[in-house]
């Protein structure tokens, strides 16, 4: 019976911004130029990454990886979110959402744990900088890449099934411009409390104890950093930390308050103008923050401009 009532939905309708319909035309121009700028702007940092030689090290080798991640995530979602702001009505196939969501959640669970590493990257490079290239070798960066990557992939495919194994028997309107764990919850006709209590714990294992780790990091460099004894010392360790922190700071924020808050709290379009933010604005944070604030990037940028400009 709970087979026949799932199957009786084949599609979804994504509301999305339809609720703000004079919105709808602003809204697609803004996320469009937002959309090209990420992708113009992680495709500069991988292209600068991979032809500059003083950028073949692991903090730039994990930048690099990090913004194909971030342009993967996007695709993902905003090529869809921009078709359905232009339609009268916005769908989605079953077996779409599912691998919108499966998709979505994999590489959301990856960057969290790559900017795990790029905090552990930092704590070897400024507690440990005799050892640092010992301990971060290119083997090491590779494994921890792949294990970030595997592991995101995996807790995203088990919450996947685990939602699209609930019967979906009855209104099929998604109140979101994607397909997200907590919109479909409320869809569905049936509970599984034990799968939801699984999804909170890997969602909890993948953004809180990423965290926890990160904060470790810091709590370390910090105390080495309080050991140094010039001033200028200190300015310059903080400062290869700075860009990340940023990007840490918004891509947690949006990621706790949307997965690790209480059911009882959630609300609709809040929630979907805050998921703009994780979706739209980190990826678009992660080039702008590390092309203003690294100099390192900076010098390669202007070198990569300055051979381009002599070629022509």
Known sequence: MERENQSMVTEFILIGFSSFPDLQIPLFVVFTIMYFTILIGNIIIITTVRHEPNLHIPMYFFLAILSSSEICYTLIIIPNMLANLLREKGTISFVGCATQMSMFLGFGSTNCMLLTVMGYDRYVSICKPLRYPVLMNQGLCTKLVVFSASTGFLCSTLETIIIFTLPFCGPNKIHHFFCDLAPLLELACGRNFMGEIVIFLMCFLVVFCSFLLILLS?????????????????RKAFSTCTSHLIVVAVHFGCASIIYLRPQSRYTLNEDMFISVTYTLVTPLLNPVVYSLRNKDVQVALRKSLGKSTWKM
Do not use: F, H, V
Request: aromatic letters at 6%; glycine letters at 6%.
């Open 218 to 234: 810091y709590l370390l460099i910090l105390n080495a950093i309080l050991k140094i004894p010039t001033t200028e010392g200190k």
